[in-house]
């Protein structure tokens, strides 16, 4: 049985030992460096690993967290996205 939640990259789990429980994890850094991205990587990862994780967003609505994490899940292109007729 798992005692922590996978941050989805092997080193920074060997590093960290993943995600511990009572912990909270702020991911910080300067504008447009993907840490929303980021973020919703290691949701995805956890919550695959059977965990269940909560997002919180300053900066982001959520159908905008949510298209995100459907565009990286299916491997679907976000600009494309936006402009459904385009296709």
């Known amino acids: ?3 922590s939640a ?4 092997k080193k920074l789990d ?7 429980d009572g912990e909270v994890t702020i991911v910080a ?4 460096m993907g840490k929303t991205d980021v973020m919703l990587h290691f949701a995805k990862m956890s ?3 059977g965990f269940l994780p909560l997002v919180f967003s300053a900066e982001m609505p ?4 949510t298209t995100r994490l459907i565009a ?3 491997g679907f292109n ?3 996205m936006r402009d459904l007729k385009e296709w």
Do not use: D, H, N, Y
């Not at 996978?6 to 990259?9: E, L, P, Q, R």
């Open 72 to 74: 990286s899940t299916g």
């Open 29 to 32: 850094a300067r504008p447009s």
């Open 14 to 20: 060997e590093v960290t030992g993943g995600f511990q």
């Open 1 to 3: 049985m798992l005692t």
């Open 62 to 65: 959520e159908k905008s967290l």
């Open 78 to 80: 976000r600009t494309k």
């Open 47 to 49: 919550g695959w690993t």
């Open 6 to 9: 996978t941050t989805g990259i």
